[in-house]
């Protein structure tokens, strides 16, 4: 019987599918130059006014796909628009107007948001998610700056993890589960979901706790319940990639999803 790995390719390639770049804002804070990983304009008016300029002759959904770049910086305690690359300061002061503002404060927004510097060392399967060696978060309510955190990320044991890259994923998977099918014959053709989440380690890379779940046909059948058995055996034997992510120890793979196809 051969062993086969059926994994979730669709989950996982969805890492990369549909992507489009976008330019980061840009902030100035005590002199330093850090890039934003939001867009304070995204809560306001001002940026559909921002992208109808830039993009007057295509839809709005392709302006935003084209996007645009912000400078902002921190004045008397609040967060201030500075600029928007290729639209000029009488134009950009007009908008402002237009949509009720005096002057350029970000008074419309109450959220915290993502400074970064440095290198990405996170990002989760769809790209949603990104986290770099340096990052600020600033707490702001209605414009004005109530508090900043800055953190220091950082690979603290390199180790098993899951990217979205399906090659080196599968090969990851057989290596670090190396269950041999024949062991289960009343398996055979059928296929087994196994969902691992909730996954926690400690800063060596060694698994605490997780949750998991073995979806399929039979359950009752007691090869599954030796299947799972075996399988956590194999979670604690791993060593996982693990991260200090905002002051806080976790693995760079949380959870995943694939089903092991019991095929000949």
């Known amino acids: 019987m051969k062993k086969t790995i059926l994994f979730a390719l669709l989950l996982l390639s969805a890492f ?3 992507a489009t770049e976008q330019t980061n804002d840009k902030i100035h804070i005590d002199g330093v130059e850090w890039e934003l990983l939001d867009k304070p304009l995204h809560f306001t008016e001002i940026e559909f006014d921002v992208l109808s300029y830039l993009h007057p002759l295509i839809t709005m959904w392709e302006a935003h796909q084209k996007g645009y770049t912000a400078t902002w910086s921190i004045k008397n305690n609040e967060l201030v628009l500075e600029s928007v690359d290729n639209v000029p300061q009488d134009t950009l002061k007009s908008i402002f107007k237009k949509e009720g503002y005096n002057s350029y404060a970000a008074s419309w927004l109450s959220s915290t948001i993502r400074a970064k510097q440095g290198e990405c060392i996170y990002s989760d399967l769809k790209g949603r998610r990104q986290n770099y060696e340096s990052e600020l978060n600033v707490i702001i309510a209605k414009g004005e700056i109530i508090d900043k955190y800055f953190y220091h990320n950082k690979v603290l044991t390199d180790g098993f993890t899951l990217t979205g890259n399906n090659l080196d994923d599968e ?16 398996l055979k053709g059928k ?17 605490k706790n997780y949750r998991f779940q073995l979806i399929g046909t039979n359950m ?11 399988i956590k055996n194999a979670l604690h034997n791993i060593t996982w990639k693990t991260l200090l992510i905002n002051g806080e120890v976790k693995p760079y793979t949380s959870s995943f999803l694939f089903p092991y196809g019991f095929i000949e």
């Not at 090969?171 to 009343?186: A, C, G, H, R, W």
């Not at 009752?220 to 075996?230: A, C, G, I, R, V």
């Open 16 to 18: 990369s599918a549909g």
């Open 171 to 186: 090969k990851n998977l057989n290596e670090n589960f190396p269950i041999d099918l024949n062991n289960y014959p009343d």
């Open 191 to 207: 296929r087994v979901g196994i969902s691992i989440f909730d996954i926690n380690v400690d800063p060596c890379g060694n698994l």
């Open 220 to 230: 009752s059948n007691t090869q599954y319940m030796q299947l799972e058995q075996d």
